[in-house]
């Protein structure tokens, strides 16, 4: 079966750090754009990041610009996320998302929350 | 950064009855339009891509139609499992891939 499994969330205080991963399995990972998607409590949708298939392009949302680094490992079937200096309008579900006709294979989410 | 505006906010159906849901773009998305379905405590789901086509193992009953900045989802029958909220998007003009609100569908 498809899947993408995060892995890595929990709580973090304000100005700390945490990553991210994403292992892929069952398909060939190193053909698909990725994506980092997140939910607030209670909220939508909104898009953090994308990483191209070799990793040598990403885009960021502005309210993570400079904050957060989108990487993957295609040899190990992995996206990651690195978020630093957290906040706790940061405070979600990150979910990670393949990209192919729109957001087709979306993992479970790992919850994110920022709090002192 | 492109606007996408869901309506309504929530929708009440009756089961078996037909849900129209709307979206709109600030400007113009050709028909790189997405659908989501998503179910408390879940992921979302893809239903639907470029506008009109319906994702792998997507019933019937949901069809897309639309092109530039409207857009409208169709379930031509509500089954109990479709309750739900659903989520267009774009990613026609990025960065940002941008969705709209949600529209949540509810029993009534």
């Known amino acids: 079966e498809v899947q993408l499994v995060e892995s890595g969330g929990g709580l973090v205080q304000p100005g700390g750090s945490l990553r991210l991963s994403c292992a892929a399995s069952e398909f060939t990972f190193s053909n698909y754009w990725m994506h980092w998607v997140r939910q607030g409590p209670g909220k939508g949708l909104v898009w953090v990041s994308r990483?191209?298939?070799?990793?040598?392009?990403?885009n960021y949302a502005d309210f993570v610009k400079g904050r957060f680094t989108i990487s993957r490992d295609n040899a190990k079937n992995t996206l990651y996320l690195q978020m630093n200096s957290l906040r706790a309008e940061d405070t979600a579900i990150y979910y990670c998302v393949r990209e192919h006709r729109a957001f087709d294979i979306w993992g479970q989410g790992t919850m994110v929350t920022v709090s002192s | 950064e492109i606007v996408m505006t869901q309506s309504p906010a929530t929708l009440s159906v009756s089961p078996g009855e037909r849900a129209t849901l709307s979206c709109r773009a600030s400007?113009?998305?050709?028909?790189?339009l997405a659908w989501y379905q998503q179910k408390p405590g879940q992921a979302p789901r893809l239903l639907i891509y470029g506008a009109s086509t319906r994702a792998t193992d997507i019933p019937a009953r949901f069809s897309g139609s639309g092109s530039g900045t409207d857009f409208t989802l169709t379930i031509s029958s509500l089954q109990s499992e479709d309750f739900a909220v659903y989520y267009c998007q774009q990613y026609n003009n990025w960065p940002p891939y941008t969705f709209g609100q949600g529209t949540k569908v509810e029993i009534k």
């Open positions: 990483v191209n298939i070799d990793g040598r392009s990403t």
């Open positions: 400007q113009s998305v050709s028909i790189k």
